[in-house]
């Protein structure tokens, strides 16, 4: 089957998962994509009407990042005085308010380099 709001076909052995914003049936990417959005519903919420326009659009990169975040589970800490996210392996990434994103802490014991 196909995803009702992209298009693609679901990979094989993946479940379609119901859009909260208006019943959609969805590819895993899509269902991240509407998790990301800043009205995605609650667990209780109805699905009628409709779901935001920027949901049919390309992905943006801002996007990219909240997904990528939420795969990593990282949760928002201060160092420094910066904003940073912690990551469940021990690293730590900061971005400063006036300069680049940079890593604060490598892993205590990273995985072997390839
Ligand atoms: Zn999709």
């Known amino acids: 089957m196909a995803c009702t709001r992209c298009s693609q076909t679901l990979p ?3 479940m379609a998962e119901a859009s909260r914003f208006n019943g959609d ?3 895993p990417r899509c269902a991240e994509r509407e998790r990301a959005h800043p009205d995605y519903p609650g667990k209780d919420a109805r699905r009628a009407g409709s779901a935001p326009a920027v949901l049919y659009r390309t992905t943006c990169k801002a ?3 909240v997904i ?3 795969h990593l589970a990282a949760s928002m800490v201060t160092r420094d005085r ?3 996210f912690a990551f469940p392996d021990g690293s730590e990434a900061a971005l ?3 300069g680049h994103p940079r890593v604060l802490a490598y892993a205590s014991s990273p995985p072997r380099a390839r």
């Open 96 to 98: 400063p308010p006036n």
């Open 82 to 84: 910066s904003q940073a």
């Open 25 to 27: 049936l969805l590819c």
């Open 68 to 70: 990528a975040i939420r």
């Open 12 to 14: 094989a052995g993946s």
């Open 63 to 65: 996007e990219e990042l």
